[in-house]
């Protein structure tokens, strides 16, 4: 684990080098993490965000400044209280924070061809029917790596090999809210309106990022997550 | 208590001090582009600092309230007017129900921000009242102002009930007010990918000067100019970003980011603009050049610690004028 600096506001916590090799292994302690530096609350820090194989800590430099012995040595002492927090963790324990659960979440996709734009592309790029892609796609567990790009966007760990496609040469510049789309390894949802270049596989009724809601994104970085194939009549039905 | 926006300008949104503690979700700050800028307008009209305001890019704006409020604005190089008589940035003035309170266009910088006393009374959701212009929510219904809006303002605040000679003499210093600077130099720490650029790329970076591309706007700044070439250029994996974050694309063209930026981002980061200079960066328009010039942490921590303790001084001085 290594912590580098993210300019003079913020750090990154380091978990481990690679996401690949490993990818529910890393989340999975990421996450640890993440929650252990939730429940520590050191002073000035004002927000966490995991990423993949990284925690980063968004501090206010004058409360750290104010809480370290000497002001010019608030980094050292944000980087050791975050090393405190975390070291029972590094030691290899197995304590409490390791079994917080994992939620399984269902998410219901229309692959009807009005909103699989792109289903052909991955079929023919798969060389596998369209209806192998999506009875692939459905089959199996994802899980959330991580959430950004725009709000609530999931980035999913888990796609089938024979699925990744490369994203489109051109991104397109206005994807529908709720497209299910893949980009090279990876699959996730668009959760608003807005431009992107990943291939356009179904659509979700789902809204997955509402402001007026606590917290406003419906997924999470380490849920677990199925898709079910519905049909357009079923996707009309929930559609809000 | 209400304003009514006659011409909205180029682009005007409702901003405060930004969305923080929802990264996690994917949630941009948002926020004035210059915090502090809007910190320092708010405490002249005497608002609490954290007050909505609002940013300002280009001018154009024409607005008037239904009753009287204490107006100050920082920013940029902007020919402000309340009927004939001009306003100068960093200087509280009282605006009569109805008069009309007018932005021309910048001379120099692009964006400036307006404290009204009582500050935009928008909803807040997420825990500010900023608008998230790309995502369209919180603020003014999500978006920017249009011309005929109408919003509300907040209570006017008890503290300050200065007679008008009083007003005058709450002014800010320049470097406070007036924030744009032609080819200003921004400096920054290194980032985590500073060690994938060789020392050549490292040289030009440091000694250059890079252009503002056109395609700039609240989310970053686009630098055309050397070309920051890596030797193996493979994606990294994403992780966080934050204003200020410079991020190399494998085109080579640098990107400065701004308050609206993305939570992640994949691309190398070579340096981050230090906090104090982030008011610098959110002048910056198409056009403008600029160098970056490399501090260490701690002098980056310095520096806003000086910049801090003198706002405190500023705060207790116009306590002590407002009694």
């Known amino acids: ?240 | 208590m209400t304003a009514t926006v006659s011409h909205a300008g180029f682009l005007t949104s409702v901003q405060d001090l930004g969305r923080t503690r929802y990264r996690q979700f994917g949630v941009s700050l948002a926020g004035a582009l210059d915090v502090f800028a809007l910190r320092v307008a708010n405490l002249l009209v005497g608002n609490d600092e954290s007050a909505a305001g609002l940013e300002i890019t280009f001018g154009g704006l024409r607005l008037q309230f239904s009753d009287e409020r204490i107006v100050a604005w920082c920013g940029g190089d902007f020919d402000v007017q309340i009927g004939s008589t001009s306003l100068p940035a960093g200087h509280a003035t009282r605006l009569q129900a109805r008069e009309e309170l007018k932005f021309g266009r910048p001379q120099l910088g692009c964006r400036s921000w307006l404290a009204i006393s009582g500050g935009v009374d928008a909803p807040i959701v997420l825990g500010s009242r900023s608008t998230d212009l790309r995502t369209s929510f919180g603020g003014f219904g999500g978006r920017a102002l249009r011309d005929g809006d109408v919003f509300q303002l907040g209570a006017r605040p008890l503290s300050q009930i200065p007679a008008t000679e009083r007003i005058s003499s709450w002014s800010a210093s320049k470097p406070w007010s007036q924030t744009a600077v032609s080819t200003p130099v921004l400096r920054f720490v290194r980032g985590a990918a500073w060690d994938l650029f060789n020392d050549v790329t490292i040289q030009r970076f440091t000694s250059e000067v890079f252009a503002v591309s056109t395609d700039s706007d609240r989310m970053g700044v686009r630098l055309e100019g050397p070309e920051l070439r890596r030797d193996n250029d493979v994606d990294l994996i994403s992780e966080a970003v934050a204003p200020g974050t410079i991020q190399v694309p494998s085109s080579g063209k640098p990107i400065l980011l701004l308050g609206d930026c993305q939570t992640i981002g994949g691309y190398p980061k070579i340096a981050h603009v230090i906090t104090v200079d982030l008011g610098i960066a959110a002048q910056l328009r198409a056009g403008d050049h600029v160098r970056f010039s490399e501090v260490s942490l701690a002098d980056a921590h310095r520096l806003l610690l000086e910049r801090e303790s003198e706002l405190k001084r500023f705060r207790i001085g116009l306590s002590l004028h407002a009694v």
């Open chain 1, 1 to 240: 684990m290594e912590i580098v600096p993210l300019g003079d506001s913020a750090l990154i916590v380091r978990v481990r080098e690679r996401f690949e090799d490993a990818p529910d292994q890393t989340l999975s302690e990421v996450l640890r993490t993440f929650r252990r530096l939730q429940d520590t609350a050191i002073p000035g820090v004002i927000e966490l965000a995991p990423a993949y194989t990284t925690v980063a800590v968004f501090f206010d430099p004058m409360v750290v400044a104010n809480a370290a012995p000497k002001p010019d040595q608030a980094l050292d002492w944000l980087t050791d209280r975050i090393r405190a927090a975390l070291a029972p963790h590094i030691r290899g324990g197995r304590g409490r924070a390791a079994a917080s659960p994992v939620r399984l979440v269902e998410i219901p996709v229309c692959y009807d061809p009005e909103f699989a734009f792109d289903l052909e592309n991955v079929a023919h790029h798969a060389q596998i029917s369209l209806r192998e892609v999506v009875d692939l796609h459905s089959a199996v567990e994802y899980r959330v790596s991580c959430i950004g790009f725009v709000p609530g966007f999931p980035f999913l760990a888990g796609l089938p090999k024979e699925l990744a496609t490369p994203r489109r040469a051109t991104p397109r510049k206005e994807i529908p809210a709720g497209s299910v789309a893949i980009g090279g390894a990876q699959t996730g949802i668009y959760p608003l309106r807005s431009p992107g270049g990943w291939n356009l596989i179904g659509r979700t009724p789902l809204r997955l990022f509402d402001p007026e809601k606590t917290p406003p994104a419906f997924l999470r970085a380490g849920d677990r997550v199925r898709f079910r194939a519905i049909t357009r009549d079923e996707f009309e039905a929930l559609a809000p």
